[in-house]
C-alpha cells in the first residue's frame, strides 16, 4: 500500500523555490519522461527543463507512435553510467506507464519518480491511438519511492483507475482536484507545486 491519497494545493513562493532548486543540483540526477508526441513548449515538464540544468529529457526516435520495447529500451540506454541510487524519474501521462514497464523488465532501484496523470492504457480511446505493446499496464509494485498525481477530470483515465494504479505500484496518491489531464492545455505551465513535490528527493 502506498502513503494513502492526499488532496494538494500547495502555495509555492519564489524564495523556498529558489531553495529547492540549489537543493537539486547538488547530487540528484532528475530525468524527465514524455508521454505521447512529447511535451511542447508550454507543459510543465518544459518549465522543469527551462528551471534547473539538473533536469534532462529522456529523447525518443518516435514520438507520435509509440512502441514500449523501444521506448523502454531508450530509457534504459540513458540511465547506463548513472548513479541509480541518485535519479529520480518525473513521467507524465504514457511516460507513466513507460516507467512501470521499464520497472517490471529491469528491476533497478532509484531514488524515486514523480508519475503524473497516467493515462489508462487498456481503455477503448487509447486503443484508438497508434501505440503498439503499452497495454495491459503491469500492476506489480514498484522497486523505488512514487508519487502518483491524479486529476478527477482526467479524461485519460478515471480517478478509481489512478488510485488502482497507485496502490498497485505502492505509490503515494497526490489528488489535485479537478485539473483535466494536467497538462498544458489544462493550464500546467509553470508548475512550481509540483516542483515541490520532489522536494523529498532533492
Given at each position: 500500500?502506498?502513503?494513502?491519497?492526499?488532496f494538494h494545493k500547495q502555495n509555492f513562493t519564489q524564495s523556498s523555490l529558489g531553495r529547492l532548486l540549489l537543493a537539486m543540483q547538488r547530487t540528484t540526477r532528475f530525468f524527465i519522461v514524455p508521454g505521447l508526441g512529447s511535451?511542447?513548449?508550454?507543459?510543465?515538464?518544459?518549465?522543469?527543463?527551462?528551471?534547473?540544468?539538473?533536469?534532462?529529457?529522456?529523447?525518443?526516435?518516435?514520438?507520435?507512435?509509440?512502441?514500449?520495447?523501444?521506448?523502454?529500451?531508450?530509457?534504459?540506454?540513458?540511465?547506463?553510467?548513472?548513479?541509480?541510487?541518485?535519479?529520480?524519474?518525473?513521467?507524465?501521462?504514457?511516460?507513466?506507464?513507460?516507467?512501470?514497464?521499464?520497472?517490471?523488465?529491469?528491476?533497478?532501484?532509484?531514488?524515486?519518480?514523480?508519475?503524473?496523470?497516467?493515462?489508462?492504457?487498456?481503455?477503448?480511446?487509447?486503443?484508438?491511438?497508434?501505440?503498439?505493446?503499452?497495454?495491459?499496464?503491469?500492476?506489480?509494485?514498484?522497486?523505488?519511492?512514487?508519487?502518483?498525481?491524479?486529476?478527477?477530470?482526467?479524461?485519460?483515465?478515471?480517478?478509481?483507475?489512478?488510485?488502482?494504479?497507485?496502490?498497485?505500484?505502492?505509490?503515494?496518491?497526490?489528488?489535485?482536484?479537478?485539473?483535466?489531464?494536467?497538462?498544458?492545455?489544462?493550464?500546467?505551465?509553470?508548475?512550481?507545486?509540483?516542483?515541490?513535490?520532489?522536494?523529498?528527493?532533492?
Amino acid at each position: 500500500m502506498g502513503g494513502g491519497e492526499e488532496f494538494h494545493k500547495q502555495n509555492f513562493t519564489q524564495s523556498s523555490l529558489g531553495r529547492l532548486l540549489l537543493a537539486m543540483q547538488r547530487t540528484t540526477r532528475f530525468f524527465i519522461v514524455p508521454g505521447l508526441g512529447s511535451s511542447g513548449p508550454a507543459h510543465w515538464q518544459t518549465y522543469f527543463e527551462r528551471e534547473n540544468p539538473a533536469f534532462t529529457r529522456i529523447q525518443q526516435r518516435e514520438w507520435d507512435a509509440p512502441d514500449k520495447d523501444e521506448w523502454v529500451a531508450t530509457l534504459e540506454q540513458a540511465l547506463a553510467g548513472e548513479d541509480l541510487t541518485q535519479v529520480v524519474l518525473i513521467a507524465h501521462s504514457l511516460g507513466c506507464a513507460t516507467v512501470a514497464h521499464w520497472a517490471a523488465t529491469y528491476g533497478h532501484r532509484i531514488k524515486g519518480a514523480l508519475l503524473v496523470a497516467p493515462s489508462d492504457v487498456d481503455t477503448a480511446r487509447f486503443a484508438a491511438f497508434p501505440t503498439t505493446g503499452f497495454g495491459p499496464m503491469p500492476l506489480q509494485r514498484l522497486p523505488f519511492p512514487s508519487i502518483v498525481v491524479a486529476s478527477t477530470t482526467d479524461e485519460w483515465a478515471s480517478l478509481a483507475r489512478t488510485r488502482q494504479f497507485a496502490e498497485a505500484w505502492g505509490s503515494e496518491l497526490v489528488n489535485i482536484g479537478p485539473a483535466g489531464h494536467i497538462n498544458a492545455a489544462s493550464g500546467f505551465g509553470d508548475w512550481p507545486a509540483g516542483l515541490a513535490l520532489l522536494e523529498k528527493w532533492a
